[in-house]
């Protein structure tokens, strides 16, 4: 009994025993894989299928991830630049030993599917696997501590502002009151607010807020 499997972009004709290098699968050596495009059954009875045929599979036992042989790719411009370039490339193979052929019921069978390693097959095979999503990150939010000041009443200064301000450790006008000259320069600097606070009139805003 014979199968014509297609895998890679390629056609195979196997038989249970067979070692064939196919394109690279996503498994491990050792595990068993199924291939479920079977173009042609042959034996007793040969089914052509159309273009599969139904319920048909082929298993294999993985046996390696290998390489194979390298191949020399060497491009030479002439004219106006006169470059060379050579490039070498070894394909990623998977080494399979047909183990056996089944006309019908593969669909029922349970083995684990032979899809290629970066086929968009592979991704939908991972993605439905279990596995819990990840919570989208929020953005950390710095809270106002108990008896804080709405600092937002200041000009210019938004929920942006606010929590620099807030993760500075100032929390009331009375704070933005009692700076002085220093103080003005140090925030100005350790929170780049480019000379903000003098140009809004903080100080004199925080004084009269602060009443």
Same mark, same amino acid.
């Given at each position: 009994?014979?199968?014509?499997?297609?895998?890679?972009?390629?056609?195979?004709?196997?038989?249970?025993?067979?070692?064939?290098?196919v394109e690279k699968l996503?498994?491990? %050596?050792?595990?068993?894989?199924?291939?479920?495009?079977?173009?042609?059954?042959?034996?007793?009875?040969?089914?052509?299928?159309?273009?599969?045929?139904?319920? %048909?599979?082929?298993?294999?036992?993985?046996?390696?991830?290998?390489?194979? @042989?390298?191949?020399?790719?060497?491009?030479?411009?002439?004219?106006?630049?006169?470059?060379?370039?050579?490039?070498?490339?070894?394909?990623?193979?998977?080494?399979?030993?047909?183990?056996?052929?089944?006309?019908?019921?593969?669909?029922?069978?349970?083995?684990? =599917? =032979?899809?290629?390693?970066?086929?968009?097959?592979?991704?939908?095979?991972? %993605?439905a696997a279990p596995a819990?999503?990840?919570?989208?990150?929020?953005?950390?939010?710095?809270?106002?501590?108990?008896?804080?000041?709405?600092?937002?009443?200041?000009?210019?200064?938004?929920?942006?502002?606010?929590?620099k301000l807030l993760e500075?450790?100032?929390?009331?006008?009375?704070?933005?009151?009692?700076?002085?000259?220093?103080?003005? =320069?140090?925030?100005?600097?350790?929170?780049?607010?480019?000379?903000?606070?003098?140009?809004?009139?903080?100080?004199?805003?925080?004084? @009269?807020?602060?009443?």
């Amino acid at each position: 009994m014979f199968a014509v499997l297609k895998t890679g972009g390629k056609q195979y004709k196997v038989q249970s025993g067979d070692v064939l290098r196919v394109e690279k699968l996503a498994a491990d %050596a050792g595990e068993t894989v199924q291939f479920n495009e079977v173009l042609m059954v042959g034996g007793d009875n040969t089914v052509v299928g159309a273009p599969l045929v139904a319920g %048909a599979g082929v298993q294999a036992e993985v046996i390696d991830q290998i390489k194979g @042989e390298k191949v020399i790719n060497f491009v030479k411009r002439r004219r106006k630049h006169s470059s060379k370039r050579t490039v070498g490339h070894r394909q990623k193979l998977t080494l399979v030993r047909i183990t056996d052929i089944l006309a019908s019921g593969a669909d029922k069978s349970g083995v684990k =599917a =032979a899809v290629g390693a970066g086929s968009v097959s592979a991704a939908a095979v991972e %993605a439905a696997a279990p596995a819990k999503k990840a919570a989208p990150k929020k953005e950390a939010k710095a809270d106002a501590p108990a008896g804080a000041d709405d600092l937002k009443k200041l000009s210019g200064v938004g929920p942006a502002l606010e929590k620099k301000l807030l993760e500075a450790g100032v929390t009331t006008f009375a704070q933005i009151a009692a700076w002085t000259e220093a103080d003005i =320069a140090e925030f100005d600097e350790k929170l780049s607010f480019k000379g903000r606070i003098e140009r809004e009139g903080w100080v004199e805003q925080a004084k @009269e807020l602060a009443k």
